[in-house]
Each structure stands twice: as structure tokens, then as C-alpha cells.
């Protein structure tokens, strides 16, 4: 069961680009690059400092992140800004919502479905990061806006 759940969580969100314009993939492409990169610094630090841990051993924990990082997260961040740039408020309100869907009832919901187990890392604290994340990249996104009407 596990397997289906990471399977589907990784192919199921890139389905949903064919609808979203081609414009906005490319203008949040670094973006998301962005956010990626962050969640997967936060993976790494997971084993040293026990946060979660995975059944299966590294190999599990290795799918489970990837698909978590490339799948949902990854596109959930092109969506968001697709809908939201350019209104901060909209912003924070998606990212206040989504952040809390994902780290308060699914990750009690993939716990239960026994993708991982938290450790010494609360759903709160998952929460205070991923809030933590999204000025990063609201703000990294403002630079490359900046950026692109310099060279126009």
C-alpha cells in the first residue's frame, strides 16, 4: 500500500500541468526549483536529527521524500503562484491552508499508511517550516520579477 500512495502521489499532481499555462510554468519554474531544494535540505537533516523515520530503511525514505518533493510540492508550489503572485495576501492564505492540510491531517493520514513516522519533528514544527519556506520563495520570485522587467 505504501508504494501505490507514493506512486500516486508523485505521477497524480504532474497530470494536472496540461491545464496549467505554459507561461506560468515557465515564469515559476525557478521558483519551485527553489522550494524543492529547500524541502530537500530539510530531508537530508531528517536522518542525522531523527525527525521521521521510514519503514523500509534508506530506499523507502529515499521514495517517500522524492515523491513528496517532485509530486505535490513541486507542482503544488507552480499552482499556487500560478493563482496567487502578485497578491501577497492570496499567498500566505493558500500557503496558511495547504501547509496545514499537509502538516496536521495528511501527516497524520501517511503515518497511518505507514510512509513514515515522526520522531523527534511535531506537525507544527513541519508547519512553522513550510510557513518559513513560502516567504523565502514569495520573496525569491519578487527578485526574479525585478530581474525579468530590468531586461525588458
Not at 6 to 23: M, N
Not at 48 to 76: E, M
Request: overall charge positive; hydrophobic content about 55%; some cysteine.
Amino acid at each position: 500500500m505504501p508504494m501505490i500512495i507514493r506512486i500516486l502521489q508523485l505521477t497524480l499532481p504532474w497530470i494536472s500541468i496540461i491545464f496549467l499555462p505554459k507561461r506560468s510554468f515557465k515564469k515559476y519554474l525557478p521558483v519551485s526549483i527553489l522550494a524543492a531544494i529547500l524541502v530537500s535540505g530539510m530531508c537530508l537533516l531528517a536522518g542525522p536529527l531523527k525527525w521521521w523515520n521510514s519503514a523500509g530503511g534508506w530506499k523507502a525514505r529515499l521514495i517517500n521524500d522524492i515523491s513528496f518533493i517532485f509530486g505535490p510540492f513541486f507542482v503544488g508550489t507552480l499552482w499556487i503562484f500560478h493563482f496567487t503572485f502578485g497578491n501577497i495576501k492570496r499567498f500566505f492564505l493558500a500557503n496558511l491552508l495547504m501547509d496545514s492540510l499537509f502538516s496536521f491531517p495528511l501527516t497524520i493520514l501517511y503515518q497511518k499508511g505507514k510512509l513514515f513516522k515522526l520522531i523527534n519533528f511535531k506537525p507544527l514544527q513541519i508547519f512553522l517550516t513550510f510557513i518559513s519556506f513560502s516567504f523565502i520563495i514569495y520573496g525569491f520570485q519578487l527578485l526574479i520579477q525585478k530581474k525579468v522587467e530590468k531586461w525588458r
